[in-house]
């Protein structure tokens, strides 16, 4: 399975601990080399390396400096980087982008933030958005728990995404998955109340685990089926769409025989 749709670049060997609950963090304190600042942990994507084509390049060079940044610790200012205040949805690993651009389109009112390690994918998706001329997507290449962690406020997403994470399915690597406790507790904590959770995966197992650990948390309800929700109930009332555009990562699954499993979560309104 190709990795593009990780979270991290890192293979650190370290456990995770549990999550930052406050706001982003303030720039001066000391990062842990280990992996996240605030918790030694294993990442969940491998290592990858390409060069950009000529034509990559030179898009790049137009649009990075005004819709992407490299993964800092400095909190975000989502409505200064957009130019308008609007619902922020944060898609981790989105790969080349082909979901993230149809999901933005389909959602202008939405400011979305894609998350990637992979630049030759990022620059894919840079080439989309200046091609189709897409003004409410804006990127961030590192490590999305880092994102979290440090770049986003407590309660301030309106939505988080997770398509096709890698599912690392030999048992001694379950470890380096990016879906565990840890990080859906964060993930929680950033989502404001009615915020959503959606996670696709095309892996059984993983699938099964995500599941398990998803209804372990206590600030997350099922909205659809495989979460313990009902999804005609929530579909027209979340803050996000529920349904996704099959990419060509997705029809390779399909044409392999592997189900494709939605796991999706509000975050309860206390």
């Not at 995966?201 to 372990?216: L, M, Q, R, S």
Request: include cysteine.
């Amino acid at each position: 399975m190709d990795a593009v749709n990780d979270a991290a670049n890192n293979t650190a060997e370290s456990v995770p601990g549990p999550p930052s609950t406050g706001p982003a963090q303030n720039a001066g304190e000391p990062r842990n080399n280990t992996g996240s600042r605030l918790y030694p942990r294993v990442t969940s994507f491998r290592s990858r390396r390409g060069a950009l084509t000529a034509t990559q390049q030179q898009s790049w060079a137009r649009m990075w400096p005004a819709i992407g940044r490299e993964v800092a610790d400095e909190p975000l200012d989502a409505a200064a980087w957009f130019g308008r205040e609007a619902p922020l949805v944060v898609e981790i690993g989105c790969g080349t982008g082909t979901a993230t651009s149809a999901m933005a389109q389909a959602e202008p009112h939405l400011n979305l933030i894609g998350i990637e390690v992979y630049r030759p994918g990022l620059a894919q998706l840079v080439q989309r958005i200046e091609r189709q001329q897409i003004d409410n997507i804006r990127l961030l290449r590192g490590d999305a728990v880092d994102v979290l962690e440090n770049m986003i406020a407590t309660e301030s997403l309106t939505g988080v995404r997770v398509f096709f994470p890698d599912p690392w399915p030999k048992a001694r690597h379950h470890k380096r998955r990016l879906l565990q406790p840890a990080t859906f507790a964060l993930i929680a904590n950033r989502l404001k109340p009615g915020g959503v959770l959606h996670v696709a995966t095309d892996h059984a197992d993983y699938a099964e685990h995500i599941a398990a650990v998803g209804a372990e948390e206590p600030l997350l309800k099922g909205l659809n089926e495989a979460t313990g929700g009902v999804s005609a109930e929530h579909r027209d009332s979340a803050p996000i769409g529920f349904e996704r555009p099959v990419t060509k990562f997705e029809g390779k699954a399909h044409r392999a025989g592997s189900a494709i499993t939605e796991l999706i979560w509000g975050k309860i309104q206390l």
